[in-house]
């Protein structure tokens, strides 16, 4: 139902975008988020965006990080600048949808992993 994209490899202070598509049974896509999970550690919110735009980001990436969506292809982004070593983790996409009227679910992406060195 998610397909996530666009982890890599990146020196500290580079950039890199991440992408998800949410693909199926979507009768309405709600809100759409970032998570990601460091070794050893839980996993935790990033940034999420309703379908209105509205915006929700973790204190340690605001300014640096931008999430946005395209309601039209079903697909958040999350745009990953000014990165730090403290960034690496495996990011996940998370999406709260109905797949019809009266089924409503949660879904998870397979993760993409960022890395930053420094």
């Known amino acids: 139902q998610l397909q996530a994209s666009g982890g890599g490899v990146v020196q500290a202070g580079g950039s890199l975008r991440l992408s998800c598509a949410a693909s199926?049974?979507?009768?309405?896509?709600?809100?759409m988020g970032w998570y990601r999970q460091a070794p050893g550690k839980q996993r935790d919110l990033v940034a999420t965006?309703?379908?209105?735009?509205?915006?929700v980001y973790t204190d340690s990436v605001k300014g640096r990080f931008t999430i946005s969506r395209d309601n039209v292809k079903n697909t958040v982004y999350l745009q990953m600048n000014s990165l730090k070593p403290e960034d690496t983790a495996v990011y996940y996409c998370a999406a709260d949808l109905y797949n019809t009227p009266w089924a409503r679910n949660n879904y998870w992406g397979q993760g993409t992993q960022v890395t930053v060195s420094s």
């Open positions: 199926g049974s979507i009768f309405r896509l709600n809100a």
């Open positions: 965006i309703t379908t209105s735009g509205e915006t």
